[in-house]
């Protein structure tokens, strides 16, 4: 979230930057991160109260509620900490008169306790509540971050561009930028959320969940998570080569964390190839992390460039 800031302060309009106007702005986008984090935590702790029973097959190493947490603690924990994100809500949404602060701050409270209680165990649905979940994280803070930025015309980074160079010249960068972010974030996810089912597919048969290794088999996800990465490879190489020759001399430069990212989604690929054993899903499962770590990055990478 972070990242998205830094992104955009070339962008911000000279009221917000000389604070003329929101002149807590900086307080308030800490406090639309630590909402969000709480939420993400209420949901953590909602998530593991449902899953006891299978964690204590896939992970008795981390298992926390019962062992070191009495469940009905985790629960108070769980609506505390949802109720002081909702809190931030409403007033973030006085503060600059606009709705969906409290809209996705309800939304994603609500949705992070059906998919713990309910949709976690049905095919697909939970894994895919979790990858927009995790893709409506930059979708906010665009919101929060376009009523306050100068026109696209006048934006500093696109002054150095060629005229009607290509297509990307021509999108309004800040949305682009946002929406792409969105996108990737959300397929990695889904990535993520079914190797993470095939790794505990033994608790899970515990709670008669249905999800895509149990339903399918663990071969048959294997091959979906292998096809989704190699999508999201295809997917982003279009914007690559397009953006040489918005870049030109200085591509290699300016998109070096890209060409990081894509030898770590190639030998995710790689692995892919071998029998899913635990290790080999974990040793995945965490190149994935890093490579997402790389993607919310690249803004800081960009700005000290």
């Not at 049905?122 to 009523?147: D, E, K, M, S, Y």
């Not at 934006?155 to 682009?176: C, H, R, T, V, Y």
């Not at 999800?211 to 088999?217: E, F, K, N």
Request: charged share 15%; glycine share 4%; proline share 4%.
């Amino acid at each position: 979230m972070y990242g998205i800031r830094v992104f955009f302060i070339p962008y911000l309009s000279e009221d917000v930057l000389l604070k003329r106007s929101h002149p807590n702005e900086v307080l308030d986008y800490f406090l639309l991160v630590f909402s969000t984090v709480l939420i993400a935590a209420a949901g953590n702790i909602i998530n593991d109260y449902f899953d006891v029973k299978a964690d204590r097959i896939n992970k008795p190493d981390k298992l926390i509620i019962g062992k070191y947490i009495k469940p009905r603690w985790a629960i108070v924990s769980h609506w505390i900490l949802n109720f002081i994100a909702f809190s931030i809500a409403c007033y973030l949404t006085w503060e600059y008169e606009t709705f969906w602060y409290v809209f996705i701050h309800l939304l994603s409270i609500n949705v992070l306790w059906f998919y713990s209680m309910y949709f976690k165990r049905r095919f697909l649905i939970g894994n895919l509540f979790i990858a927009a979940l995790t893709g409506l994280v930059p979708l906010l803070c665009g919101i929060h971050f376009l009523g306050l930025t100068t026109p696209f015309q006048s934006a500093n980074f696109m002054s150095d561009f060629k005229e009607g160079a290509n297509w990307i010249s021509q999108l309004n960068l800040k949305i682009f930028f946002i929406v792409a972010l969105a996108f990737f974030a959300s397929c990695l996810n889904l990535v993520r959320e079914i190797l993470k089912d095939m790794e505990d597919v033994e608790g899970d048969l515990l709670l008669k969940a249905k999800t895509i290794p149990i339903v399918l088999g663990i071969n048959k996800a294997r091959w979906i998570s292998l096809i989704s990465l190699m999508a999201i490879i295809a997917a982003s190489l279009p914007f690559l080569i397009q953006g040489y020759s918005v870049f030109n001399e200085t591509f290699i430069r300016v998109m070096a964390p890209s060409f990081m990212i894509y030898l770590l989604l190639i030998i995710c690929c790689l692995l892919l190839l071998k029998k899913p054993e635990r290790n080999n899903l974990k040793r995945i499962d965490l190149i994935l992390k890093v490579t997402m770590l790389i993607g919310c990055c690249m803004p800081f990478y960009w700005y000290f460039l």
